[in-house]
T-cell receptor
Framework: SAVISQKPSRDICQRGTSLTIQCQVD?????MFWYRQQPGQSLTLIATANQGSEATYESGFVIDKFPISRPNLTFSTLTVSNMSPEDSSIYLC????????????FGQGTRLTVV | KQEVTQIPAALSVPEGENLVLNCSFT??????LQWFRQDPGKGLTSLLL?????REQTSGRLNASLDKSSGRSTLYIAASQPGDSATYLC????FGKGSNYKLTFGKGTLLTVNP
């Protein structure tokens, strides 16, 4: 398995501010993934973070709103910028491991409430 | 486009009951399928992974089956306990590598096991 530490675990933020979420993995990985889970919904992939290159964003997500850093092979951050109540969600960091098959592992999630 | 459906959306059972959660997917060309558990407001815990070539996987009281041709998977939980109360998500992975080949998640089944 993979040990993924994500912080903060939760936060309540004022609209118009920004929050940076950190994700630390216990060993080196090529790709790290950031997901959003809106209330009552399933997980939606925001972007894939590769070390040494720009993150790859999914349709509907833009770098200005969700800037991502990937300074090394064990760490990444996701910033939620200029927040509005619609950004209230659980944000999750994920990595994948190949042990005969590709398996996804997730951090503990960041529960964000924007007021 | 792959779509994953989980039925029922919610399930409430008395302690000790055996139960089955269902997951169906529209495109049978999958690489693997993964079952996760999610506690309220938290991240995902990987429970079982089934390769496309496999029919089932077991871990403790959990048994997951896969019928790729019919686009279905089931998660069987034996002798349910209150601690099993959580949302159970399934996700399918297509063949291929890279950010274009991402997991597709269902919305989950919220399980409540009553003492």
């Amino acid at each position: 398995s993979a040990v993924i530490s994500q912080k903060p675990s939760r936060d309540i933020c004022q609209r118009g501010t920004s929050l940076t979420i950190q994700c630390q993995v216990d060993s080196q990985v090529t790709m790290m993934f950031w997901y959003r889970q809106q209330p009552g919904q399933s997980l939606t992939l925001i972007a894939t973070a590769n070390q040494g290159s720009e993150a790859t964003y999914e349709s509907g997500f833009v770098i200005d709103k969700f800037p991502i850093s990937r300074p090394n092979l064990t760490f990444s951050t996701l910033t939620v910028s200029n927040m509005s109540p619609e950004d209230s969600s659980i944000y999750l960091c994920s990595v994948e491991r190949d042990r005969g098959s590709t398996e996804a592992f997730f951090g503990q999630g960041t529960r964000l409430t924007v007021v | 486009k792959q779509e994953v459906t989980q039925i029922p959306a919610a399930l409430s059972v008395p302690e000790g009951e055996n139960l089955v959660l269902n997951c169906s997917f529209t495109d049978s060309a999958i690489y693997n399928l993964q079952w996760f558990r999610q506690d309220p407001g938290k991240g995902l815990t990987s429970l079982l992974l089934i390769q496309s070539s496999q029919r089932e996987q077991t871990s403790g009281r959990l048994n997951a089956s896969l019928d790729k041709s019919s686009g279905r998977s089931t998660l069987y939980i034996a002798a349910s306990q209150p601690g099993d109360s959580a949302t159970y998500l399934c996700a399918v992975r297509p063949f291929g590598k890279g950010s274009n080949y991402k997991l597709t998640f269902g919305k989950g089944t919220l399980l409540t096991v009553n003492p």
